[in-house]
């Protein structure tokens, strides 16, 4: 694992930042991983270890409401590929062969936490979750999701390196991230 658990407040957000590690993945109890992460669930219902504890867990299935929220069905290829992206990012045990810190900052409780990573994603998977969404509408007006998924690109302009961009861009650059 190069993080694990929450180690602080982004100042602009309020969102949580990851905390940067250096250790092995932890077991994670079945009924958590296979409702927030199910491609990381085992067949024979056996524990998996990851890299994330219960409380990233759980913001990270609040997090997905908001695609939800947007009309987007919990079944659809979208949903399930985009639950994927995030959840391998957030809690994969493999999570050092695609993830790399840059920088991390610590608290005054000396706890270091990550304030920029890289993502490492082949440009198959970061197509196919792109297109999976790419034709997907809301409820809003029955607008496209990427309208709201690509940031000033828009629908229209939308590629999986715009895509991933927006995703992986912080508020101060229009994105979601902390």
């Known amino acids: 694992c190069v993080t694990y658990g929450g180690g602080a407040l982004d100042e602009d957000t309020d969102k949580e930042l990851p905390c940067s590690a250096e250790t092995e993945p932890v077991p994670m109890a079945k009924s ?5 992460c199910p491609a990381l669930a085992t067949s024979d219902g056996k524990e998996v270890p990851v890299c994330c504890d219960a409380k990233q867990l759980n913001t990270f299935v609040d997090s997905l409401k908001q ?22 990012s957030v809690c994969s045990p493999q999570q050092s062969d695609f993830i790399t810190v840059n920088a991390s900052k610590s608290t005054e409780k000396g706890k270091a936490h990550v304030v920029e990573s890289v993502y490492a994603i082949s440009k198959t998977f970061a197509k196919d979750v792109c297109n999976s969404c790419k034709d997907t509408s809301t409820i809003v007006l029955g607008l496209k999701l990427m309208k709201f998924m690509c940031g000033k690109y828009g629908a229209s302009n939308c590629s999986p390196e715009r ?16």
């Open 32 to 36: 958590d991983q296979t409702n927030a």
């Open 67 to 88: 695609i939800n929220n947007l009309g987007v069905s919990k079944e659809s290829a979208c949903f399930l590929n985009f639950q994927n992206f995030i959840c391998q």
């Open 163 to 178: 895509f991933l961009e927006f995703i992986g861009s912080t508020s101060d650059e229009g994105g979601q991230s902390p």
